[in-house]
């Protein structure tokens, strides 16, 4: 003969019961505020770039030349910058890593550097710098690779209109030089001159004095002579 079997739904209703007051207790917000353990204090970063205003900006994945191995490796990908200082006016190029910022390229952009198209990649181009992105100043031949044409034409032509630049600077500072020279030394040339003039002035007129001098005496020695 079945039996209906009977389920107490009571036990469990007890338990979600005992666990609610818990529940709640644990979203309630107490309002509390708990103190950091460790004050931090804000920290000034200086990247060297803060007297420097950027001409040049562009994503690109930069390559040097390795002699010994006869190869190409990779230096990072990063932005390459060409910055301008706001005194001197010298320019640098400069490129980071885009994640861990360590610098893969730092030197100046002197008049005979020149940027030469990668043969056989019109996205590529190459030059040779004294680089100093390790610390020491060394020779080093680099190629850059943009993500397209456009940009890589960009590159060459500033690159090449910042050192014809620099080089019409360098003209114009010898050319200054050169004149404050010649200023010096035609100054000098004057104040020797006025010099030569002053003694023969001054010789002049001493034979004046002894001239009228022996004229005296001998004015006296005839007087003498005649008593």
Avoid at 92 to 103: D, E, F, G, P, Y
Avoid at 106 to 127: A, L, R, Y
Avoid at 139 to 168: D, H, L, P, W, Y
């Amino acid at each position: 003969m079945a039996t209906d079997a009977k389920v107490d739904p009571e036990p469990h209703c007890r338990e979600d019961d005992d666990n609610a007051p818990a529940a709640a207790a644990d979203d309630e917000d107490t309002g509390a505020q708990v103190a950091p353990i460790v004050k931090l204090e804000e920290v000034a970063v200086t990247t060297g770039e803060e007297d420097e205003d950027p001409i040049l900006d562009l994503k690109a994945k930069l390559y040097r030349f390795d002699k010994e191995g006869n190869q190409w490796k990779e230096r990072g990908v990063g932005n390459v910058k060409l910055l301008k200082h706001k005194d001197n006016g010298k320019v640098r190029l400069v490129m980071r890593q885009s994640k861990t910022l360590k610098i893969c390229a730092n030197h100046f952009v002197i008049p005979t550097m020149t940027v030469q198209e990668h043969s056989g990649n019109d996205k590529s181009c190459v030059w040779h710098a004294a680089d100093f992105a390790d610390g020491n100043l060394k020779e080093e031949m680099f190629c850059i690779r943009f993500a397209s044409v456009e940009n890589c034409k960009t590159f060459m032509g500033t690159v090449q209109e910042v050192a014809e630049s620099q080089g019409k600077k360098e003209e114009n500072k010898d050319a200054t030089v050169t004149a404050d020279l010649l200023d010096k030394l035609s100054v000098g040339e004057s104040k020797s001159d006025g010099k030569e003039e002053d003694t023969v002035v001054a010789s002049d007129t001493k034979e004046a004095v002894k001239d009228e001098a022996k004229t005296e005496e001998d004015k006296k020695d005839e007087a003498a002579s005649k008593a």
